[in-house]
């Protein structure tokens, strides 16, 4: 009977060693996934960054123009402003 109790022991031992070497496994996998994934977003987010400051550059400079080609023709227009503009 001793030797029973002992074998069962150490097979249930056995077995919560298994258990726990494929559960540490499984949380590896499950790190290495969610590091892909925070990499992945990183990347995204600067890419996003990117184009909105892209975006905002080229309307910004939509908007020098537009206001450039306003004091010309507010210049064309009154000699007197053209003179206060340029000073």
């Keep these: 009977m001793a030797a029973t ?3 069962e022991k150490f097979s ?3 077995d919560k060693i298994y258990r726990t070497i494929e559960l540490t496994k499984a949380l590896r996998q499950e790190k290495d996934d969610l590091e892909r994934q925070l ?3 990183r990347s995204g987010d600067k ?3 990117t184009a909105e400051i892209d975006h905002l550059l080229a309307e910004r400079e939509a908007i ?3 206001v450039q080609r306003m004091l010309e023709t507010i210049a064309a227009a009154d000699p007197e402003i053209a003179e206060a503009i340029n000073r």
């Design 64 to 66: 020098r123009t537009k």
């Design 47 to 49: 890419q996003n960054l």
């Design 39 to 41: 990499a992945t977003a």
């Design 5 to 7: 109790n002992g074998l």
């Design 12 to 14: 249930h031992l056995e």
